[in-house]
């Protein structure tokens, strides 16, 4: 599943794009970039997701009852007809009275007539996942509902999710997998386990009768599918793809014979048709006979046993699989994945509405997938994350324009203007430790793109823009800046925020109203001293340089104040008094940031960004040249 799909396979796409780029990512980066990649999943990595609650409905205390074998736990359709499912479908979010008894496990198998209840115009929306991923379930279906959009099931794979959900009004069956509740890293025998549950679980439902819209949990739908979908009534599957590179202007569907990265099976509809199940079949057969398959491999090589001809001359369908399967493959503009979103804003470019958004091509794994959501504005986390113990901390970045836009786009450019930008990230860090503040990152600009594979800045053909506005994993590792690390090693816990967050309009009014502007000011300049006297309400002038006592002095009467912004970063913050928590802080830093990748003819390409770059005289952008230089600057 997406969510649980590491940044190297999502991006991996098949022939021709897919040979190039899945040797390049083997042969050089996997060995030499292992750092990267080793902490993107840790056993606490959804620690944030096991006590889950919403702003919009709240679940008792779950109880601990075990799971079943999900293909025995499957209804088999009976010769009845299917029936098209009610348009009056029971409300979601209305939760069961908190008095009431769970119903027992039996009474959540999947069933032909489970689907019937949930179906609409005879078509049904599914995920499915582990009680780790509830947060992303409930955004999922928060989404949809939101849309107005309800004949919709989510797959239980562990009993915990099952009753959780089952609690906050949301329709779920039982999948019986006995699945681990944490995050599983991709790879594993549980990740492989899961993929297998999809093409189970694609083979279930299809044989009864209804239309299969299949989803990952990292994906959020921004507008109703359905009418989209509808107007290819011919298709047996539409799937979206790994397509960076536009094959059309609107929103008619991809033009098939341009598509050469990966079909993604992250977002993917099905109708019952009998070559639809005939791929669902052999997919299913294909998987349980090696192990060793990616189920979106195995799905690409299926499907393009035959590509072509073209089913007619206008709908964009193609005939693909065994010759008798019409196939669509869904815009990669509007159906956007975390490149043609985050990096391109492909939609926004050719003033497009974006149907949905999958958090594939990232860096951060889980974490990551789950900030670059909360950057879109488009996550639902609960109220507590919107008004922190200890209050916020922000800052209004200082970018010079020479360093942004002037000059070519190039190693040294790039870095010159990320490595400034880091500098005055690394003093908001400082004061958000000293101060016990949730800072509020920037946003962060690029000149290059980042990629696993080498690349002459940006792809050729794509519509990536430069400078443009990065996510923050392209250049930080997330998955570290939100893991548990041992205080005695690197010092307290700086929590953060996205780049978005203060204008989300989730934000509470208590937040909204109490802010305080520090202006950085020159000691001995009129009323710039180190004061907790305001020059006027709401505005504080601080002196440039100040110390770790100075802050903490000064701050200290602003403790009950929400948000507190500074004007900015340069020059802030001069020094710890605290030489070893200094120390333990420096540890911490050199462990955010990650990789840029890759340069072109050069083994390995990477380059490892330095958080304390400007300590080092003649520091330059460059690959490791010897495999004793191949590590992070710690």
């Not at 010897?626 to 992070?632: F, G």
Request: charged share 20%; aromatic share 12%; with cysteine.
């Amino acid at each position: 599943m997406g969510g649980w799909r590491n940044a190297v396979q999502e991006a991996a796409a098949s022939k021709p794009l897919f040979l190039t780029i899945y040797t390049t990512i083997i042969v050089g980066i996997v060995a030499t970039s292992f750092y990267v990649f080793s902490a993107i999943y840790s056993p606490s990595a959804s620690t944030s997701t096991q006590s889950i609650s919403t702003s919009w409905l709240s679940s008792p205390p779950l109880s601990q009852n075990g799971g079943s074998n999900f293909s025995n736990n499957i209804s088999q359709p009976t010769d009845k007809a299917s029936q098209p499912g009610s348009n009056q479908l029971k409300t979601i979010w209305e939760a069961p009275p908190s008095n009431s008894k769970m119903p027992p496990l039996e009474s959540f198998k999947l069933t032909k007539e489970l689907v019937g209840e949930r179906a609409k115009d005879n078509v049904i929306i599914v995920t499915f996942g582990n009680f780790a991923f509830m947060d992303f379930i409930l955004t999922w279906v928060k989404h949809l509902t939101d849309l107005d959009v309800s004949n919709l099931l989510v797959g239980a794979m562990d009993t915990k999710l099952l009753e959780a959900l089952y609690w906050e009004g949301v329709p779920v069956f039982d999948m019986g997998s006995d699945m681990s509740t944490i995050d599983v890293g991709w790879g594993s025998p549980t990740f492989h386990k899961m993929g297998r549950e999809k093409v189970l679980l694609i083979n279930a439902i299809l044989p009864f009768g209804y239309e299969l819209l299949m989803c990952d949990t990292d994906m959020v739908w921004l507008k109703d599918p359905l009418p989209y979908l509808a107007q290819y009534p011919d298709a047996d599957i539409l799937t979206s793809s790994d397509q960076v590179v536009p094959t059309v202007v609107d929103d008619r569907l991809a033009d098939w014979k341009q598509v050469g990265a990966a079909y993604n099976i992250g977002i993917f509809h099905w109708r019952p048709t009998e070559p639809a199940i005939k791929l669902a079949k052999e997919w299913k057969d294909m998987l349980l006979a090696d192990d060793k398959i990616w189920d979106q491999n195995g799905f690409n090589e299926l499907a393009r046993k035959q590509t072509g001809p073209a089913v007619d001359d206008d709908s964009g369908l193609f005939y693909a699989f065994d010759g008798t399967l019409k196939l669509g493959i869904l815009p990669e503009s509007i159906f956007c994945s975390g490149h043609t979103y985050f990096v391109q804003a492909m939609y926004e470019q050719l003033r497009l509405e974006p149907y949905a958004l999958h958090t594939t091509f990232q860096y951060g794994g889980t974490e990551g997938k789950r900030h670059r959501l909360r950057e879109a504005m488009v996550f639902y986390d609960p109220p507590e994350y919107y008004d922190a113990p200890g209050g916020f901390l922000s800052f209004k970045p200082s970018i010079p324009k020479s360093l942004l836009l002037d000059g070519e786009h190039n190693l040294e450019s790039h870095f010159s203007l990320i490595n400034y930008q880091m500098k005055q990230i690394r003093s908001a860090l400082a004061i958000a430790s000293l101060l016990n503040r949730t800072l509020v990152m920037p946003p962060l600009w690029c000149r290059l793109d980042r990629l696993w594979f080498s690349h002459p800045g940006v792809l050729e053909g794509s519509m990536t823009r430069q400078p443009f506005l990065c996510p923050l994993d392209h250049i930080f590792e997330v998955n570290v800046m939100l893991k548990d690390l041992p205080e005695e090693e690197f010092g307290p816990a700086i929590n953060i925020r996205e780049y978005s967050f203060l204008n989300n309009p989730l934000l509470p009014q208590q937040v909204k109203e109490s802010w305080l502007y520090v202006q950085l000011c020159q000691e001995g300049t009129e009323d710039c001293h180190a004061s907790s006297n305001t020059s006027r309400p709401g505005l504080l002038r601080f002196p440039k340089n100040s110390t770790e006592e100075m802050f903490k002095t000064v701050f200290s009467s602003f403790k009950d104040v929400k948000v507190i912004q500074f004007s900015s970063m340069q020059g802030a913050f001069y020094s710890f008094t605290d030489k070893t928590r200094e120390e333990k802080f420096r540890n911490r830093m050199k462990r955010y940031v990650g990789i840029w990748c890759c340069v072109e003819n050069h083994t390995p390409g990477h380059i490892y960004y330095d958080m304390y770059w400007d300590e080092k005289s003649g520091w330059k952008p460059a690959p490791p040249q010897t495999p004793e230089e191949d590590h992070p600057p710690f």
